[in-house]
């Protein structure tokens, strides 16, 4: 009996040490957990921005390292829904598993350059150029020059050197929407009217802008803001983010104004003849572009810049 009751007793023990053992391996295989990253979709950003902490703000419930791919300091092309990933390794390895986490960031080719007079321009990249977005409004050349600013309509008829105006002599009404008129003698003048790194497109490069945007036919409509022109605004899509404005001219002979709300006219730098130079001019009710060398270098017409090849 005493026997029987010792091996049940060292049975009992056996089973403890078995028990206890098996316990232990258990807790020696216990699953790693995986961290908790916290990160959202960045806002989105210009393709001149570079990537800073503002946008790689990843969080994790537990203390450890971030290795962000693209890393901080790197600049994105233009494109939509651009993955941002991080990588995250724990301090406490035993306890947590490495982990990574995707976001994505909308990048928009939308840039600004500064004029003389402290005008800030949005500029658009179209093919392999770079146009501002908007009309030119400096009063001064690019070396601090001023520019003869004009309001009387005989002088403006007889002026042969650089002037620009505003449309019906009201900066009010017209400086910021539609920007300044100019005559052509402004537009080639040795102190240079765009800002640094910038000129007046040639009529090549109108050209080229023409081509890539589906030629002359419906190049227009694609380059047409879809506001503030007159119906029907004939194809106006904007689909080129190029926001043409019917700005109007002003009148060589007489000095006065028109077309606002119907044409837009732009200078090319290329000169026709001694009396006439190249223009890129819109309508309301067209959907295409033309071009044209009949205009005097004494109208006043918009101009818009693009950006010098070698600052590309």
């Known amino acids: 009996m005493k026997h029987k009751n010792r091996l049940l007793i060292y049975a009992l023990i056996i089973s403890g040490f078995i028990l206890i053992s098996t316990n232990s391996c258990k807790k020696d295989k216990e699953a790693k957990k995986d961290p908790i990253i916290t990160w959202a979709n960045p806002a989105d950003i210009s393709s001149a921005t570079l990537l800073s902490a503002i946008q790689l703000n990843a969080t994790a419930n537990v203390a ?22 991080v990588d995250f390794t724990p301090d406490n390895a035993t306890t947590y598993n490495n982990a990574s986490r995707t976001v994505k960031i909308n990048v928009s080719d939308l840039n600004t350059v500064t004029d003389i007079d402290g005008n800030v321009y949005n500029t658009l990249t179209i093919g392999t150029q770079i146009w501002m977005k908007e009309n030119l409004k400096t009063t001064r050349y690019r070396n601090g020059v001023d520019i003869p600013y004009i309001t009387d309509y005989t002088a403006w008829s007889q002026q042969s050197s650089g002037a620009y105006c505003w449309y019906d002599n009201d900066s009010s009404a017209y400086k910021g929407i539609c920007g300044a008129l100019y005559n052509y003698y402004t537009v080639v003048d040795s102190c240079n009217l765009c800002p640094s790194g910038w000129h007046i497109p040639t009529d090549v490069e109108w050209s080229e802008l023409t081509t890539y945007l589906g030629g002359e036919g419906v190049a227009g409509g694609k380059m047409k803001a879809t506001s503030l022109w007159i119906s029907p605004n004939t194809g106006a899509n904007n689909s080129s983010g190029f926001t043409a404005l019917p700005g109007g001219f002003r009148f060589a002979v007489s000095g006065s104004y028109g077309d606002i709300g119907v044409w837009g006219f732009w200078w090319s730098a290329t000169e026709g003849d001694s009396s006439f130079a190249w223009i890129r001019s819109l309508c309301y009710d067209y959907s295409g572009i033309f071009r044209d060398d009949g205009d005097t270098k004494r109208d006043g017409r918009s101009v818009r810049c693009i950006k010098d090849l070698k600052n590309l």
């Open 64 to 85: 450890g390292t971030f290795v962000y791919t693209p890393a901080s300091g790197t600049k994105l092309k233009a494109g939509t829904d651009q993955v941002l990933r």
